[in-house]
């Protein structure tokens, strides 16, 4: 079993950054894609970002960038780097993982880490 920790999500400003990171228990951690997805209220889960196992990375449209992500395999975690944050963006943003391959898809992944909230305002 994986299992996914979130962190870094709070308040901030239109225009501000913040960086979310995600801690993961399994020891295969360089063998796993790992992605972010948000859900703000009212919405659909929707593909952020995500990275695979030889680095490459992978963006929505709409936070190619500003938004990066990276990955630290000695740490068995993920980040997410957010700059120029806008209101829209906010969301409960979920980091998720599996095996190998990446997938703009939510339902390709197996693991799911609680969330954090991250709350942008104008």
């Known amino acids: 079993q994986v299992q996914l920790v979130e962190s870094g999500g709070g308040l901030v400003q239109a225009g501000g950054s913040l960086r979310l990171s995600c801690a993961a228990s399994?020891?295969?951690?360089?063998?796993?894609?790992m992605a972010w997805f948000r859900q703000a209220p009212g919405k659909e889960r929707e593909f952020v970002a995500a990275i695979n196992c030889g680095g490459i990375k992978y963006y929505a449209n709409s936070v190619k960038g500003r938004f990066t992500i990276s990955r630290d395999n000695a740490k068995n975690t993920v980040y997410l780097q957010m700059n120029s944050l806008k209101p829209e963006e906010t969301a409960v943003y979920y980091c998720?993982?599996?095996?190998?391959?990446?997938?703009?898809?939510?339902?390709?992944?197996?693991?799911w880490g609680q969330g954090t909230q991250v709350i942008v305002s104008s």
């Open positions: 399994q020891r295969t951690f360089r063998s796993y894609a």
């Open positions: 998720a993982a599996r095996p190998t391959l990446v997938s703009t898809s939510n339902s390709a992944y197996d693991y």
